[in-house]
């Protein structure tokens, strides 16, 4: 069996004395599309910034390509090819579209999909419309657009995209969900954090609950499907 290009092991992770992820582990193969699921406050967005380094695991490790990242400076990790698309956005708002995707450029990877501006204006039309317009004269979604395609300039093997359905409209919804599935075609590795069942099972292989910062369920649709006292359980308002 392939190595995992991601793993997870034991990953305790804090804000301050409040303890987030509590033993987390779980792995993530290459090409896959994992889908983390849980309520606000279970963990997902921990989750990522612990990947990321963002938040330093007190406990456990996290194993990126078979090596650990766990400690490592986030701008290391990044350069080892792992791209984070936050919440927030985090657009550079004075610099221009085109401004913002030169940003994000990395040097091409080995077995890496390879992106280039033509591709992030073919995946995002909207972007070269408005390509000479700063950050802060756009949409949600176009912010959203824009914080996607400045990362994959980066030519991440592993994509982060944390919550890419909150706050914005159901047609740019449909249009990420397209653009995922066109990440899976072309086989990037994806994790995305996702309250929206729906639009997770449109574009993932396997879900991954969370719930207090422990996992509760790792499988695929169809097995959680068949086990609705775990959806109601976990991912019921």
Same mark, same amino acid.
């Given at each position: 069996?392939?190595?995992?290009?991601?793993?997870?092991?034991?990953?305790?992770?804090?804000?301050?004395?409040?303890?987030? @992820?509590?033993?987390?582990?779980?792995?993530?193969?290459?090409? %896959?599309?994992?889908?983390?699921?849980? =309520? !606000?406050?279970?963990?997902?967005?921990? /989750?990522?910034?612990?990947?990321?380094?963002?938040? =330093?695991?007190?406990?456990?490790?996290?194993?990126?390509?078979?090596?650990?990242?766990?400690?490592?400076?986030?701008?290391?990790?990044? =350069?080892?090819?792992?791209?984070?698309?936050?919440? %927030?956005?985090?657009?550079?708002?004075?610099?221009? $579209?085109?401004? !913002?995707?030169?940003?994000?450029?990395?040097?091409?990877?080995?077995?890496?999909?390879?992106?280039?501006?033509?591709?992030?204006?073919?995946?995002?039309?909207?972007?070269?419309?408005? =390509?000479?317009?700063?950050?802060?004269?756009?949409?949600?979604?176009?912010?959203?657009?824009? /914080?996607?395609?400045?990362?994959?300039?980066? !030519?991440?093997? @592993?994509? @982060?995209?944390?919550?890419?359905?909150?706050?914005?409209?159901?047609?740019?919804?449909?249009?990420?969900?397209?653009?995922?599935?066109?990440?899976?075609?072309?086989?990037?590795?994806?994790? $995305?954090?996702?309250? !929206? @069942?729906?639009?997770?099972? $449109?574009?993932?292989?396997?879900?991954? $609950?969370?719930?207090?910062?422990?996992?509760?369920?790792?499988?695929?649709?169809?097995?959680?499907?068949?086990?609705?006292?775990?959806?109601?359980?976990?991912?019921?308002?």
């Amino acid at each position: 069996m392939p190595e995992p290009m991601l793993t997870l092991e034991g990953v305790h992770s804090f804000y301050g004395k409040a303890h987030i @992820l509590n033993g987390l582990g779980f792995s993530v193969d290459r090409g %896959e599309v994992v889908a983390l699921l849980g =309520r !606000n406050g279970a963990g997902k967005t921990t /989750t990522m910034k612990s990947i990321m380094q963002l938040v =330093r695991p007190r406990r456990g490790q996290v194993c990126f390509h078979g090596s650990q990242i766990t400690g490592m400076p986030p701008h290391k990790v990044a =350069r080892l090819g792992l791209g984070y698309v936050p919440e %927030e956005r985090r657009i550079f708002t004075d610099l221009t $579209i085109l401004e !913002n995707l030169e940003v994000g450029r990395q040097a091409r990877r080995a077995d890496t999909p390879y992106w280039t501006e033509a591709d992030m204006f073919e995946l995002f039309p909207n972007l070269w419309e408005r =390509r000479n317009a700063q950050g802060k004269a756009m949409s949600g979604g176009e912010q959203q657009m824009l /914080t996607i395609a400045r990362t994959l300039m980066g !030519n991440p093997s @592993l994509l @982060l995209l944390d919550e890419p359905s909150e706050g914005i409209a159901p047609i740019i919804v449909e249009q990420m969900a397209e653009t995922i599935l066109k990440f899976k075609a072309e086989g990037l590795t994806v994790i $995305i954090s996702e309250q !929206n @069942l729906h639009f997770a099972r $449109i574009v993932a292989d396997r879900a991954v $609950i969370i719930e207090g910062g422990e996992k509760k369920f790792d499988g695929s649709f169809a097995e959680l499907e068949n086990h609705p006292e775990i959806r109601d359980a976990y991912l019921s308002v």
